[in-house]
Nanobody, 123 residues
């Protein structure tokens, strides 16, 4: 199973970006999905999380500016980032709790990470 993230880039302060992250593989079910971010030298922190039922939670620093949503049919989670600030600059990682079939057709539960995508917000 694989998570692949898209959508990072360079944007001016006050601008917007949308990140997406698609899961692929022999997936049975995806439970919670989320976005984390990390600045070199600091710990990775939760940005936003969404359950399979659509319940969300956000870091205080992004509430009112970022929106997480998902398309279960596409196994994809999105992060809409508005009113971006220079302090939002970081590598963003998607994460998901996935139940999938292994190569031996056995169900396996795993928390998977996507590759980081860099978001740079200039002042």
């Amino acid at each position: 199973v694989q998570l692949q993230a898209f959508g990072g880039g360079l944007v001016q302060a006050g601008g917007s970006l949308r990140l997406s992250c698609a899961a692929s593989g022999n997936i049975i079910r995806i439970d919670d999905m989320g976005w984390y971010r990390q600045v070199p030298g600091k710990e990775r922190e939760l940005v936003a999380d969404i359950t399979s039922g659509g319940s969300t939670k956000y870091a205080d620093s992004v509430k009112g500016r970022f929106t997480i949503f998902r398309d279960n049919a596409k196994n994809t989670v999105y992060l809409q980032m508005n009113s971006l600030k220079p302090e939002d600059t970081a590598f963003y990682y998607c994460n998901a709790q996935i139940l999938y079939y292994s190569a031996y057709d056995a169900p396996v539960a795993s928390r998977s990470w996507g590759q980081g995508t860099l978001v740079t917000v200039s002042s």
